[in-house]
């Protein structure tokens, strides 16, 4: 046991440290199986893993994780790497308006120690006498240290999963590394183990080309995690791995499946050895595209394509080997039957992937645009646009069917359902009506049903329970029936109209509803409605704001970073070149202030932890800096509490009085007071600017900004007053209730 060398020795002692590491780690740290998701800077709960110490402690799907061993979330490094959350003390998980706080995370599943534990630590242990019975009863011979070698990654390697689904970043990189390095040692193995027979079956370069490729896997792999950038699956640049996947199963199916194993266990080969040997290029050829690459390709897609030739290509391939197996009039081994129908089946895959590049490349060319179905539903599109009513919409269709179909007349009628009426958009001969009734009575028709009879063909294109819309064409030029292609573009065109004609009903109801609940004289909607306006507007600047903030200000803020790094490391800048830096930095600097300021404005900042008040200094103070007028703010007789829709309303009003000052009024001084009396909220705005002629028959939607006022008011159920005149400034008077009437909640 002891006759070991020193490198035998070093090998050993790492393969038995490593499981003992994993073994240790698997026992102390439960595995929690908590998927999550970041959604506006929160971590969603979005699956738990059967079996796993969420599954069994029933931690709330859907819940937000608020902390990790009390620190944020996106501190732990689970989260920030592989969206999961393992390998922690506690955490505290907010569901339905509750916190739930986790500790004394311990003790896993029964099943969790059987499929992850007790199995692979067994494994190993039967790995490891195997290993030394190999070592002591077998000659001393290269083959054999390769054969152990094989034995203790695939061992070590089951015994990693333990920890990989934990995401520790050791027992992943072994995970990864030894079933990369699996299979090169056994075709190492075998190598050496067919030369001591003086069998020679492919180059050892190809063996040294492998070793070198998968190192370079692993050193990537060990570099992600160093770095904390690792690729898991669900990241955006997971296809790579898919990638690569795919490019040794190519490099290795062949040789191991169709070369190897039938040679060793039935004495044939399927296909030659070089023939096997042909397929490892696609190792070199896919990490030499990972490395030089610009985009990936949509490995999802051309996998689906490819799937679904393979699985289309099976019948035919089956059928043609038989055929030709039956011309050749001759007994055929069952290989070449096997040979046979893989060269006809890889030869229909290649032709259908062809054809449908070709199809897309030189469809265009060979088929002129006019009766191209694609174009025809792209140029309707476009028309649609431009029209405004039903009766234009439909016609639009009709001419582009007549177009695309190359029909003789068509006409468009409506009929009643219930009663015998019809409405038509021109004139139609009474004999096609007469011939279409027996189809219609008592049938029902869903959009884009085709009904073809010997005078012709009718696509309903709208179906309620009042009436039945149809467009009738009394056939084609040359007389053929539709085919299947024509069928479904008459389909897809009549479903875009109707979606399109019932949009443009919903609109022009909701316009009449909305002209007969708006007063003509006030020029006021009702307080529901403006509430409702004013909701929509605020929810959408705060996602505008959110917007901003996490996407183009983040990566601002990067590029400042980076160019200040550059700035201060690079030594070797030319004086000019210096200069030019750091005027590019102070541009990037103003920039990010600017989208700061607008992200404020979207949604002012902790206003709801400042309060009110504290709010309105902050937004008076910055109009200061950016105006000529000084503003006077008094709210020493303001104490109500207020809800989030009156403190921003309020916010908006005064931001809104604020800005016209600053544009419109010339004025040097601004005075603003807040106060409220019983259950009356008073917000006293006056200036001394230029004012402006205000009547009260002037319309106030011909200034937006008193507009919006005047809304905002009327939604609160408050008053406005106003009080102007050319040359005597600008004073307004609002007022409204504290507390929300409910015949006014949205």
């Known amino acids: 046991?002891?006759?070991?060398?020193?490198?035998?020795?070093?090998?050993?002692?790492?393969?038995?440290?490593?499981?003992?590491?994993?073994?240790?780690?698997?026992?102390?740290?439960?595995?929690?199986?908590?998927?999550?998701?970041?959604?506006?800077?929160?971590?969603?709960?979005?699956?738990?893993?059967?079996?796993?110490?969420?599954?069994?402690?029933?931690?709330?799907?859907?819940?937000?994780?608020?902390?990790?061993?009390?620190?944020?979330?996106?501190?732990?490094?689970?989260?920030?790497?592989?969206?999961?959350?393992?390998?922690?003390?506690?955490?505290?998980?907010?569901?339905?308006?509750?916190?739930?706080?986790?500790?004394?995370?311990?003790?896993?599943?029964?099943?969790?120690?059987?499929?992850?534990?007790?199995?692979?630590?067994?494994?190993?242990?039967?790995?490891?006498?195997?290993?030394?019975?190999?070592?002591?009863?077998?000659?001393?011979?290269?083959?054999?240290?390769?054969?152990?070698?094989?034995?203790?990654?695939?061992?070590?390697?089951?015994?990693?999963?333990?920890?990989?689904?934990?995401?520790?970043?050791?027992?992943?990189?072994?995970?990864?590394?030894?079933?990369?390095?699996?299979?090169?040692?056994?075709?190492?193995?075998?190598?050496?183990?067919?030369?001591?027979?003086?069998?020679?079956?492919?180059?050892?370069?190809?063996?040294?080309?492998?070793?070198?490729?998968?190192?370079?896997?692993?050193?990537?792999?060990?570099?992600?995690?160093?770095?904390?950038?690792?690729?898991?699956?669900?990241?955006?640049?997971?296809?790579?791995?898919?990638?690569?996947?795919?490019?040794?199963?190519?490099?290795?199916?062949?040789?191991?499946?169709?070369?190897?194993?039938?040679s060793l266990a039935f004495g044939v080969n399927v296909i030659s050895l070089e023939v096997g040997a042909m397929f490892l290029i696609a190792l070199p050829i896919t990490f030499m595209y990972l490395v030089t690459?610009?985009?990936?390709?949509?490995?999802?897609?051309?996998?689906?394509?490819?799937?679904?030739?393979?699985?289309?290509?099976?019948?035919?391939?089956?059928?043609?080997?038989?055929?030709?197996?039956?011309m050749i009039k001759s007994d055929l081994y069952l290989v070449s039957y096997i040979q046979i129908f893989l060269l006809l089946h890889v030869s229909l895959v290649l032709f259908l992937s062809l054809k449908e590049f070709l199809d897309f490349k030189l469809q265009r060319f060979l088929f002129t645009a006019r009766y191209s179905y694609q174009e025809s539903m792209h140029r309707m599109a476009q028309d649609m646009k431009e029209q405004s009513n039903a009766v234009d919409l439909m016609k639009v269709m009709r001419d582009e069917v007549k177009n695309v179909l190359n029909v003789r007349d068509i006409y468009i009628y409506s009929k009643h359902n219930k009663r015998n009426m019809y409405c038509v958009y021109e004139q139609i001969p009474q004999d096609i009506i007469e011939h279409f009734d027996p189809y219609l009575n008592d049938q029902h028709y869903d959009i884009g049903s085709v009904i073809e009879t010997e005078k012709g063909f009718g696509l309903i294109v709208g179906y309620s329970l009042e009436k039945l819309t149809m467009m009738w064409c009394k056939g084609k030029k040359d007389f053929t029936t539709l085919n299947h292609d024509e069928r479904t573009y008459l389909q897809t065109i009549s479903h875009n109209a109707n979606i399109a004609i019932q949009n443009m009903n919903t609109i022009e109801d909701l316009l009449k509803e909305l002209r007969k609940l708006r007063n003509d004289q006030t020029q006021k909607y009702p307080t529901w409605l403006s509430r409702l306006l004013f909701t929509i507007a605020e929810n959408q600047r705060k996602q505008l704001s959110i917007d901003l903030h996490d996407t183009v200000l983040q990566e601002q803020l990067y590029l400042y970073r980076k160019m200040d790094d550059l700035i201060r490391q690079r030594t070797d800048l030319t004086p000019s070149l210096h200069a030019e830096l750091m005027v590019y930095k102070e541009s990037l600097l103003d920039s990010i202030h600017l989208i700061r300021e607008t992200c404020n404005e979207l949604r002012p900042a902790f206003i709801e932890e400042m309060g009110l008040v504290q709010s309105l200094k902050n937004l008076i103070q910055q109009y200061q800096l950016r105006s000529n007028f000084t503003v006077y703010f008094s709210n020493e007789r303001f104490d109500a509490e207020l809800d989030q829709e009156r403190i921003l309303a309020i916010f908006r009003i005064v931001q809104e009085l604020l800005t016209n000052a600053m544009k419109h009024s010339e004025a040097k001084i601004v005075k603003l007071s807040l106060s409220n009396k019983g259950e009356h909220i008073m917000l006293l705005y006056s200036d001394n600017g230029k004012g402006m002629d205000y009547s009260v028959q002037r319309d106030l939607f011909s200034h937006i900004g008193l507009s919006g006022i005047e809304q905002r008011v009327n939604g609160l159920n408050g008053h406005l007053e106003i009080e102007t005149a050319p040359g005597e400034g600008f004073k307004t008077i609002i007022t409204f209730p504290v507390g929300r009437k409910k015949e006014v909640q949205v």
């Open 1 to 262: 046991m002891f006759n070991f060398k020193w490198s035998q020795w070093m090998v050993l002692l790492f393969f038995i440290l490593s499981a003992c590491y994993m073994i240790i780690l698997s026992v102390t740290q439960p595995y929690l199986g908590i998927d999550v998701k970041e959604n506006h800077g929160e971590w969603t709960i979005i699956n738990i893993q059967k079996g796993s110490w969420g599954d069994r402690h029933n931690v709330p799907l859907g819940g937000v994780v608020r902390s990790i061993n009390d620190t944020d979330p996106i501190e732990h490094r689970s989260i920030s790497m592989f969206k999961e959350l393992e390998r922690a003390d506690s955490f505290v998980v907010q569901h339905d308006g509750q916190e739930f706080r986790y500790d004394n995370i311990d003790n896993s599943s029964p099943i969790h120690w059987l499929l992850y534990i007790v199995l692979p630590v067994l494994f190993f242990v039967v790995i490891l006498s195997i290993s030394y019975l190999v070592h002591k009863r077998v000659p001393k011979r290269y083959s054999a240290e390769q054969l152990i070698l094989f034995f203790l990654a695939i061992a070590t390697g089951y015994l990693s999963n333990s920890g990989a689904v934990r995401d520790d970043l050791y027992s992943l990189f072994l995970n990864t590394s030894l079933f990369l390095f699996s299979p090169v040692i056994l075709i190492h193995f075998l190598y050496n183990y067919f030369q001591e027979l003086n069998i020679y079956w492919f180059s050892k370069k190809i063996v040294y080309l492998l070793y070198l490729t998968v190192t370079l896997v692993s050193i990537a792999e060990g570099y992600f995690l160093i770095k904390e950038q690792y690729i898991h699956k669900r990241s955006a640049v997971g296809p790579i791995f898919k990638y690569m996947a795919i490019g040794m199963t190519v490099a290795f199916f062949p040789y191991i499946w169709l070369y190897l194993i039938p």
């Open 293 to 326: 690459r610009e985009r990936l390709i949509d490995i999802d897609f051309v996998m689906s394509r490819v799937r679904y030739y393979i699985i289309l290509s099976v019948i035919p391939s089956i059928a043609l080997m038989f055929i030709i197996g039956w």
